[in-house]
């Protein structure tokens, strides 16, 4: 078993070396999980990452914030292997890591929920925790004829999805196109939280759903985080961003402006500095 002292769910996934949430606190210099060092990624003449920085730390949750265009997307897909970048580079755990792919990132630990394609409709909920990463039946079984062990996984599923708290998911083996929005996103958020060893990143996954969905999401999020798996958060929505993070990356113009927290600015400062109203603060490094 590999699950931390917080009780993570999944012995499947990656290294044991994960940080605990809050054994931290105080010390002084604690190095991200997850930096971006002077990004750039140029379109033709359209530049989507100017410079691009970003630190993540143990046990937070950082949005990041910007106007359409500031290139938030952008960023992201460099961390989790969409995007090859032009210069700089990414850090993970103070080491330097090249992604080409997707897949690159996945096995490195960092798992992403795509605002779009979160979840496969057609397959069921266990089915989809487990997409592309399969587990075969052990043997000749599994190695030869390369039978799915749906039982396992399907105890692993309803495990998971128990850990955190979608006790509504009666059946694990439902196909997920009759679940709801905010069940869906649970599915998606379940699995990177299942997969994903160092950083889990989600891009707007509150947009679609309704209030309650969403509050059900957003709990969702603070219990992966304090599993001990830091989150990185891309949202349009202020209310959701000051309700659960930690600290707010403020992205303007392909680079990042400054980071606040939901202490030291409000929703309409973050607005101003993220348009350029209001001249950016300082920094916040770290608060966890
Ligand atoms: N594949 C692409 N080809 C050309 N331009 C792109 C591409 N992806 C992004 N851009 C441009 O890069 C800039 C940043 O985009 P994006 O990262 O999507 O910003 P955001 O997510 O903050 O809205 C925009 O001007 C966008 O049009
Ligand atoms: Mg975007």
Not at 203 to 218: C, H, W
Not at 245 to 269: C, F, N
Request: charged share 20%; net charge neutral; glycine share 10%.
């Amino acid at each position: 078993m590999n699950s931390t002292p917080a009780g993570r769910p999944l012995e499947t996934s990656g290294p044991a070396a994960r940080s605990t949430p809050g054994a931290d606190h105080g010390t002084a210099a604690v190095p991200p999980v997850l930096q971006a060092e002077g990004l750039v990624k140029r379109y033709g003449a359209v530049t989507a990452i100017a410079e691009g920085d970003l630190e993540l730390y143990p046990g937070e949750i950082l949005a990041v914030i910007g106007d359409n265009g500031a290139g938030k997307t952008s960023l992201i897909k460099a961390l989790c292997g969409a995007l090859v970048p032009d210069a700089g580079r990414i850090l993970l755990d103070g080491r330097p890591v090249t992604f080409r792919t997707p897949m690159d990132a996945r096995r490195a630990g960092i798992e992403t929920v795509y605002q779009s394609l979160a979840v496969a409709p057609g397959l069921d909920i266990a089915e989809n925790l487990f997409l592309g990463r399969e587990q075969r039946r052990p043997g000749f079984l599994g190695s030869v004829l390369r039978l799915l062990d749906k039982q396992d996984m399907r105890t692993v599923a309803r495990r998971q999805m128990r850990e955190l708290g979608i006790a509504t998911l009666q059946d694990i083996g439902q196909a997920v196109e009759s679940l709801s929005g905010g069940q869906r996103q649970a599915v998606a958020v379940a699995r990177a939280s299942a997969f994903g060893s160092k950083v889990v990143i989600l891009d707007e996954p509150t947009a679609a759903l309704g209030v309650k969905e969403s509050d059900r999401v957003l709990q969702m999020i603070r219990d992966v985080r304090d599993w001990g798996l830091p989150v990185i958060l891309i949202s349009h929505n202020m209310p959701h961003v000051f309700d659960i993070a930690d600290r707010i990356h403020i992205h303007r113009l392909g680079r990042r402006a400054t980071v606040i927290t939901p202490e030291s600015h409000s929703m309409a400062e973050a607005v101003a500095i993220m348009t350029g109203a209001m001249p950016p603060p300082e920094p916040v490094s770290r608060v966890r």
